[in-house]
């Protein structure tokens, strides 16, 4: 089935550095995808939807030019957190629209990955 | 707008006992229905989902959920509760038509008693 590939799981960074976080479709491919942003003992909030080719499309609220989105290619999405401050401290998850058992366009989520800002 | 409730923060249900995790939707066009289960410091991994096809849905690890449009459900249930069900169990919607973002409620801790 559809995987989707995050890295790194664990991040931990100085505050004021910058943070990469990739995401990949390993076995399928994928013109959108979408990050979400987890707080402890809560849901999950979309922060944007990454479009390969274009722009990223950002939810009320969110910040552009504190989380950077690019979708350099059809299987590579990447989440940078620049000048990171404790406060951005969270678990970011991405997922994309895979080709599920039923083809009805399933979101498939990669396994997360924390950022702890020092 | 399309939104989901979950009732119930947390649940707690003794090994073997049936699971009830709640979910209602609110969705001004005919909606997709999913449950999602996250496990510490993971991904969701997918449950279920509601297409518009069967009103039972069948999904993994012997859980079902039925969608009920008079009462915009789509309650999650599993008659026999194990151990490795403690999770966070997610409900989430998305339009039918559209892109393909989806809205999540705010989660239901399930805690499994032995």
């Known amino acids: 089935g559809a995987v989707v590939s995050q890295h790194p799981s664990w991040v931990i960074c100085k505050s004021g550095t910058s943070v990469k976080i990739e995401c990949r479709s390993l076995?399928?491919?994928?013109?959108?995808m979408f990050w979400y942003r987890q707080f402890p003992k809560q849901s999950l909030m979309l922060m944007a939807t990454s479009n390969e080719g274009s722009k990223a499309t950002y939810e009320q609220g969110v910040e552009k030019d504190k989380f950077l989105i690019n979708h350099a290619s059809l299987t590579l999405s990447t989440l940078t957190v620049t000048s990171a401050h404790p406060e951005d401290s969270s678990f970011y998850i991405c997922?994309?629209?895979?080709?599920?058992?039923?083809?009805?366009?399933?979101?498939?989520f990669g396994a997360g990955s924390r950022l702890t800002v020092l | 707008a399309q939104s989901v409730t979950q009732l119930g923060s947390h649940v707690s249900v003794s090994e073997g006992a049936l699971v009830l995790l709640r979910c209602n939707y609110s969705?001004?066009?005919?909606?997709?229905l999913f449950w999602y289960v996250q496990y510490p410091n993971q991904g969701l991994q997918l449950l279920l989902k509601y297409t518009s096809a069967a009103t039972l849905v069948k999904g993994i690890n012997g859980f079902e959920a039925e969608f009920k449009k008079s009462e915009t459900s789509f309650h999650l249930t599993k008659p026999s509760a194990h151990m490795s069900d403690a999770a966070e169990y997610f409900c989430?919607?998305?339009?039918?038509?559209?892109?393909?973002?989806?809205?999540f409620g705010t989660g239901t801790r399930l805690t499994i008693i032995p």
């Open positions: 969705s001004s066009v005919p909606p997709y």
């Open positions: 989430a919607v998305r339009s039918s038509f559209g892109n393909e973002k989806l809205t």
């Open positions: 076995d399928f491919q994928a013109t959108t």
């Open positions: 997922s994309a629209p895979g080709t599920g058992d039923s083809g009805a366009n399933v979101l498939t």
